[in-house]
């Protein structure tokens, strides 16, 4: 790639991001200013934390909302998958058991969202619908897996997944940025890539163009899955327990965070750094309101309406052509009214001049 290259694709990427990056730079100086913790390293390292395991999930759900879809079953698969990774290596020791566990929990994952996957492309099951059957699912087994207990005590090596680092950066960023870059090089430069953003757009009309549309559904619930459990086996790790039910709430979160990071939730528009600045700033609300004493219930509300803001501000383009042809299309029933009105009223007093001339005729 040529320098000039190289150039026109960064500006595109800080062009892309710029108002996520503004809200990021805003809220790091507000929070800075008004707290004296936001900026300490240990609160730093427990946001970084934090954001990682949101940002993991967000990417996943990211790949479902650019096919125009919506997986609601993320935050229990979390749950799911974190039960699976703690009860395969509940008192054990040594690397093996580990790295086995975590292979169960992740196809545990996968299959959640094949199985959603499917109920979308085979069955037509709208995706709201079939993801929320699937969560429901996934906590049911993750209770009865569990008996509803967290399962605890976990070895050493299991905490070192997530509370390792490597040179002093934490396995939890590292993990993460290996996923917004795999995602970022896969929607870009992938035929899969494609096919995603084109089922997204107009999924009859990629079908007609020779996309597998099915396949590729079943794919990105299969992928958001898989992101979910790992999301999942990295929050045991960095709990070091089994919680029945962690990972409540996170489908809400991963959808906030993609919106507000610039996905479109009516697809084909949407990019895995997007999807990282959003989880960060829902991250920086949270941190920030705990750190202020907020209300959590307030900073509910401030989530939600982000995203109504973001939504509103995602439709407002295509509302604008629609509210201008109505704007002129009635402009133009009112003038036409006023020249009937002023044929009607010619006629009106021409009536009588006709009438007098047509008498003047006959004398």
């Known amino acids: 790639m040529s320098e ?8 595109r990427f800080f062009t892309a991001n710029a108002s996520g990056f503004a809200i990021v730079f805003v809220l790091a100086v507000v929070l800075a200013l008004t707290t ?5 390293p240990a609160n730093l390292d427990s946001l970084g934390r934090q954001v990682s395991i949101y940002a993991i999930i967000a990417i996943g759900q990211l790949l479902v909302i650019l096919t125009g879809g919506i997986d609601l079953a993320v935050g229990s698969i979390v749950g799911l998958t ?3 990774v703690a009860q395969t290596v509940y008192e054990t020791t040594g690397a093996g058991p ?9 196809v545990a994952g996968a299959l959640c969202g094949l199985i959603t996957g499917l109920l979308v492309a085979v069955l037509r099951i709208p995706p709201f619908i079939a993801s929320l059957g699937m969560m429901g699912i996934a906590r049911g087994v993750a209770l009865l897996l569990s008996g509803g207990r967290t399962i605890q005590p976990l070895p050493e090596q299991f905490e070192e997944l997530a509370g390792g680092d490597v040179f002093g950066v934490s396995n939890l960023i590292i993990v993460t940025v290996l996923v917004v870059v795999i995602a970022s090089v896969v929607l870009a ?4 890539g494609r096919y995603v953003h084109a089922v997204g757009s107009n999924a009859e009309s990629a079908r007609l163009s020779g996309v597998p549309v099915k396949s590729v559904l079943v794919s990105v619930y299969m ?17 070091n327990n089994g919680v029945p039910t962690a990972g409540a709430g996170y489908e809400l ?13 009516f697809g084909a528009r949407g990019t895995a750094v997007g999807a990282l600045i959003g989880a960060l700033i829902v991250g920086m609300l949270n941190n920030g309101g705990s750190l202020l004493g907020i209300d959590p219930f307030w900073l509910q509300i401030a989530i939600g309406a982000l995203i109504l803001v973001a939504v509103a501000v995602d439709q407002l383009p295509k509302s604008l052509p629609g509210l201008k042809a109505k704007f002129t299309a009635r402009s133009e029933e009112e003038d036409g009214a006023d020249t009937s009105g002023e044929r009607v009223g010619a006629d009106a007093s021409d009536a009588p001049r006709a009438e007098r001339e047509t008498a003047g005729v006959e004398r």
């Open 98 to 106: 580990i790295w086995f566990a975590v292979g169960v929990a992740l």
């Open 253 to 265: 979160q991963a959808i906030a965070a993609c919106v507000i990071g610039g996905a479109s939730l």
């Open 82 to 84: 974190g039960i699976v």
């Open 36 to 40: 004296d913790t936001f900026l300490t």
């Open 189 to 192: 430069k992938t035929s899969w």
């Open 4 to 11: 000039r290259s190289r150039g026109n694709a960064a500006t």
């Open 223 to 239: 992928a958001s899955g898989l992101l979910a459990a790992l999301g999942g086996i990295l929050l045991a790790s960095r709990l």
